[in-house]
């Protein structure tokens, strides 16, 4: 039987509710976030498992920090795995369209099924959804809202001041 724990983390773009399942993080949600599991299957209150957690989020947004390296538990189907795989090689600041990521999973013709396995994805920012956009460079759909994905890719790529407001 898994354990699973969580708490509550601040950041410039609202509460991050962070959960763990047996000591390594397993989601990660923003207010209103059209995914966000039921507030009773995030275990018990607990801030212990996230004290790395919380460090390197606090790094990535004071801009010291491209690139999390924290122990992951997703729980997904095998393609949506490989989804969220494919990702984490995104670099920070740069995006990838639908039909890129279909592409880079041997998949074509699947750009469609990218696009629900990206929206499902149960740790946002650490595994970077926020940076797969449409094939003409619109904003498609973000679990956290389209004006949170337009300030996290601002963010990124430094058009976005410390306040929030975009340059």
Same mark, same amino acid.
């Given at each position: 039987?898994?354990?699973?724990?969580?708490?509550?983390?601040?950041?410039?773009?609202?509460?991050?509710?962070?959960?763990?399942?047996?000591?390594?993080?397993?989601?990660?949600?923003? &207010?209103?976030?059209?995914?966000?599991?039921?507030?009773?299957?995030?275990?018990?209150?607990?801030?212990?498992?996230?004290?790395?957690?919380?460090?390197?989020?606090?790094?990535?947004?004071?801009?010291?920090?491209?690139?999390?390296?924290?122990?992951?538990?997703?729980?997904? &189907?095998?393609?949506?795995?490989?989804?969220?795989?494919?990702?984490?090689?995104?670099?920070?600041?740069?995006?990838?369209?639908?039909?890129?990521?279909?592409?880079?999973?041997?998949?074509?013709?699947?750009?469609?099924?990218?696009?629900?396995?990206?929206?499902?994805?149960?740790?946002?920012?650490?595994?970077?959804?926020?940076?797969?956009?449409?094939?003409?460079?619109?904003?498609?759909?973000?679990?956290?809202?389209?004006?949170?994905?337009?300030?996290?890719?601002?963010?990124?790529?430094?058009?976005?001041?410390?306040?929030? &407001?975009?340059?």
């Amino acid at each position: 039987m898994s354990t699973k724990r969580h708490t509550v983390a601040d950041s410039p773009y609202g509460p991050l509710t962070l959960v763990a399942t047996d000591g390594k993080l397993s989601g990660l949600y923003m &207010t209103q976030h059209r995914h966000r599991p039921p507030e009773e299957t995030f275990g018990e209150p607990d801030p212990r498992p996230f004290i790395e957690v919380i460090r390197q989020l606090e790094a990535y947004f004071a801009r010291e920090l491209t690139e999390f390296d924290l122990p992951l538990h997703l729980h997904g &189907t095998p393609f949506q795995r490989s989804v969220w795989d494919q990702l984490l090689l995104i670099p920070y600041g740069e995006t990838r369209s639908y039909g890129e990521l279909a592409e880079a999973l041997g998949k074509p013709g699947a750009s469609r099924a990218v696009g629900l396995a990206n929206g499902k994805n149960p740790v946002s920012i650490v595994v970077p959804c926020h940076r797969v956009i449409g094939s003409s460079g619109s904003l498609t759909g973000y679990g956290g809202g389209l004006d949170r994905k337009q300030r996290l890719l601002a963010f990124e790529s430094g058009t976005e001041a410390d306040d929030g &407001t975009l340059f």
